[in-house]
């Protein structure tokens, strides 16, 4: 598994007002948008192109386009939904599939709700999209349920990561033959005893949605 994170001063600007707690819902949402859309454009340097020719005002050339089968952009209900519109701002042609994960805040571990998507994701690079890497569970369960249904190179955008939860994804995806690639704004300093990341920015879903429970 590869780990890259962004190191970029519109990212730390936005994470910082991201973090603050006085932030309210309309400007998390906002910025959230906007950092994804900055994340998305290192997370999909690898995205797969065919050569395309085409002919300019002046002559012809060859540039690429984006290859088929097209990419999968898969939220993690529910908090991934508030990253979906800078992903698709980016790879507007990408299809979505959706999976609805929960945590149970005892066990920390994760299962899944809901699902819509294809059967079939061979030969698919799929881009998950999940703020917080915090045990890595949920990740973990995404990434295999994914690969389990074909797809074959993996990208996961997080806002935010914890040193346990990259430990726990890469334990979680031993003996997966099939490349993982996490981009993040940060790579924090640890979990607490609840499983959250510290310094962190809170309970992201509750922090652009409202407090769910
Ligand atoms: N989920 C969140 O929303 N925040 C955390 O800090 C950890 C998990």
């Known amino acids: 598994m590869r780990l890259h994170v962004v190191d970029h001063p519109l990212v730390s600007h936005k994470l910082t007002v991201l973090r603050d707690e006085q932030t309210d819902s309309p400007t998390f949402r906002r910025l959230t948008d906007e950092l994804v859309t900055l994340l998305a454009y290192e997370a999909t340097r690898e995205v797969r192109v065919d050569p395309r020719d085409i002919t300019t005002p002046v002559g012809p050339t060859t540039g690429v ?30 299809e979505v599939g959706f999976l609805g994960m929960v945590r149970n805040e005892e066990t920390l571990e994760a299962s899944t709700y809901a699902e ?3 059967d079939d994701l061979s030969g698919r690079q ?43 994804l890469e334990a979680g995806l031993e003996g997966l033959d099939v490349p993982v690639t996490v981009v993040t704004a940060a790579l924090d300093e640890k979990l607490n005893d609840k499983g959250y990341i510290v310094p962190g920015l809170g309970d992201a879903g509750d922090r652009l949605y409202g407090v769910a429970h």
Not at 138 to 153: K, P
């Open 65 to 94: 386009y984006l290859a088929q089968p097209r990419p999968m952009v898969v939220p993690i209900l529910r908090a991934g939904l508030g990253m979906l519109d800078g992903m698709m701002r980016l790879l507007p042609t990408a």
């Open 116 to 118: 819509r998507l294809p």
């Open 126 to 168: 799929c881009y998950v999209l999940d703020p917080m890497l915090a045990t890595g569970g949920t990740l973990a369960a995404a990434i295999n349920f994914l690969t389990s249904r074909g797809a074959d190179d993996i990208t996961a955008i997080c806002l935010l990561a914890a040193p346990e939860g990259v430990a726990n």
